[in-house]
């Protein structure tokens, strides 16, 4: 039997949280990281509480033999570790390791949203006009549903970030709302 993707089914999707903010732009973007990590770490809670697939999809800073637990201690024991540990992965949370900036470029992601059913994705994390953008545009031509909560994504600049999330309602079809409107509970598709 051929495995559907169901529209439905929701996967929280969460895009280079595990930062040690040792980068170019870090003054920049720690400020909006701030504001986004208590949004995000409620919807991931209500993403785990709804049996929603929480995927984190995460740069590995060139760190080619690490693997997610090493970057997550990386970034724990360095001085932004207030933004990582309430949005911290648990024991079921996946992981999935990227090299550049859409989580779906030459990494597995497609195929274990296929494998878990999953049609719809919920982009959240950093950077807006950077890695979510190009995430949003790469889940559209993969036929995935995509939602961006706008205060669960955090950016360096936001008059480019108003224009990413523009672009992601105009062009790709994305539902851009808010945290609190975000729902993973499956529901029927509308027909039409």
């Known amino acids: 039997m051929e495995r559907r993707a169901d529209p439905a089914r929701s996967a929280l999707i969460v895009i280079d949280m595990i930062n040690t903010y040792d980068h170019e732009d870090a003054e920049l973007l720690v400020p909006s990281v701030g ?9 991931i809670d209500r993403a785990r509480e709804a049996d929603a ?4 999809v995460n740069d590995n800073f060139g760190l080619w033999r690490s693997h997610h637990g090493e970057l997550l201690d990386a970034a724990l024991s360095r001085p932004h570790a207030d ?9 079921e949370s996946l992981f999935v390791l990227k090299a550049r900036h859409s989580v779906f470029f030459e990494t597995p992601l497609a195929y274990l949203l296929w494998s878990l059913g999953v049609g719809h994705v919920v982009l959240t994390g950093q950077v807006t ?3 979510v953008l ?3 545009l790469d889940a559209h031509i993969r ?3 995509v939602t961006v909560p706008k205060d669960a994504v955090a950016s360096i600049h936001p008059h480019l970030a108003s224009a990413a999330l523009e672009m992601m309602e105009r ?10 409107e975000t729902d993973f509970t499956p ?3 509308s027909g039409g």
């Open 35 to 43: 504001e986004v990590v208590p949004v995000l770490a409620e919807l």
């Open 53 to 56: 697939p929480v995927i984190y």
């Open 83 to 91: 933004l990582i540990e309430p949005i911290r992965p648990d024991d």
């Open 129 to 131: 006009e950077q890695c």
């Open 134 to 136: 190009y995430s949003a």
């Open 143 to 145: 036929h995935l549903g």
């Open 171 to 180: 062009n790709m079809g994305a539902r851009i709302i808010t945290a609190k």
């Open 187 to 189: 529901r029927a598709e």
